[in-house]
């Protein structure tokens, strides 16, 4: 709700609007020829919104150590970020 608040839905989160709306829409501009079902059809191949933490820390409340776990990211998530930087949505100037 925090990133809707402040105009970055998170995609694929279907509660906040990552999945239709100004999220397709901004994919759609970015890349002339798709179209919202093509986008819509990739968001729901996810099945979950896309995001993910590369590392998270913190300190244990009990025992005061510090805790870190760490994870890739996983692959369906990396050929959706592949495809969306081909699209130029993620950052690319291709």
């Known amino acids: 709700v925090h990133a809707k608040h402040l105009g970055h839905s ?7 609007g990552g999945c239709n709306g100004e999220a ?10 798709t179209r919202d079902a093509e986008v819509k059809k990739r968001l729901a191949e996810l099945g979950r919104p896309a995001l993910h933490a590369r590392t998270l820390g913190f300190t244990h409340p009990v025992t005061r150590e510090r805790m870190t776990f760490s994870s890739d990211i996983p692959a369906d998530m990396q050929d959706l ?4 930087t081909l699209t130029g949505e993620a950052g690319s100037q291709k």
């Open 10 to 16: 998170i995609l694929g989160d279907e509660v906040y």
């Open 24 to 33: 397709v829409a901004r994919i759609v501009r970015g890349r002339p020829g």
């Open 81 to 84: 970020a592949a495809w969306l």
